[in-house]
């Protein structure tokens, strides 16, 4: 593996700062690229779309740039499948609201203990049109969906399947392909939240069949913007809440009002970023991906660097970290299985809470998250919800074995020091 870590890192200013983010699952630094696009778009074509003039058609051009790239990062047919939004949240709730005009009273939808709040609220938000919500539960040793009560819930009155690509909590990640299928087969429309997987894997909408997959840009080192894919024909023939005058096609009739040009320009950076990171150091994954070229193949081999850099570090963190004295991970920790997971893992440490433990790293300047992290159905399903939740370290492309190794000796430091 030829990945460098420290030429990575030279492209995030905030790495400098010394301090250690473990808070990626939270949200990602950003490349001086990101930083630049979003700086240049606002001297060089800071304008309202479709006007007759040099700074809206530059706006227009570079908008179009930036549903192709996500087109090309999730390997969707075209890039009017490609929907721009706030973040995952809001886009979601635009969609459950779209899709629930299409419901009668007594149709089910599926989510799932695993899920973030934001593949679920907007779901249960359908209960209001007469809809039943099925919940599948998770196994609760390793923290992974339970696919026979999956199957147990899906019948034919199922209308909608809402499952995570992985969990921002505890990291497991789905059987997204067997999911879907099984889906399809009961005739049911299929929304991925792949906010939590999209910094960590390769994702290809075609392959996986969903009909919709949402994930956001702030997870994956660029701006604060969400973006939602969908199967041209299912967008088509959604109703979308729109002002009259705006277009009435996708992807447009779902990006209501003006966008944040300036964040969409950053995003294309952090699309672009990533596949430079696939142009170093892809190679050696390129034969996993022969159907592809260009960025797409950059793409997706940038992701698979990624992720076998991350597993490395990962196996690294966790065969210590199972060694603390006091500690409960949540999640899978047997390192045979870490095919099955990000590397994000939630803990708790005896007589601590993880408020306590989140601060005592925070004022060695390193940044882990402590809480629920809107993971409300699992914390709570896990029993944590009113205890403070969980400490949730994340590794990101740019943390180091340095990091790493730090980061264990304050934990076990702290673990083991009386109080
Ligand atoms: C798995 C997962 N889904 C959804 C969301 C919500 O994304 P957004 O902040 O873009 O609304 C998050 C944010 O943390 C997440 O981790």
Redesign the pocket.
Known sequence: MNYDVNEIRSHFPALQSGAIFFDG??GTQVSQQVIDAVANYYKTMNANTHGAFATAQKSDAMIAEAHAAFADFLNARSPDEIVFGP????LTFNISRALGRWLNPGDEIIVTHL??D??ISPWLALEERGAIIRWVDIHQDDCTLDLADYERQLSTKTKIVAV?GA??AVGSMNDLKTIISLAHMAGAVVFV?A??LAPHSPIDVQDLDCDLLAC?V??YYGPHL?VLYGKYDLLDRLQAYKVRPAENTPPHKFETGTQNHEGIAGALAAVNYLASVGEKYGAPYAAQFKQFSGRRLHLKTALAAIKEYEKKLFVRLMTSLREIPGICIYGITDLARFDYRTPTVAFTLDGKTPREVAEHLGQQNIYVWDGN??ALALMDRLGLEGQGGAVRVGLAHYNTVEEVDRLLRLLTEYATRST
Not at 87 to 90: A, G, I, L, Q
């Open positions: 699952p939270g973040n995952m949240t809001t899920d973030h934001a593949d995570g969990s921002n939240d906010v939590h956001s702030y997870k969400g992290y809107y």
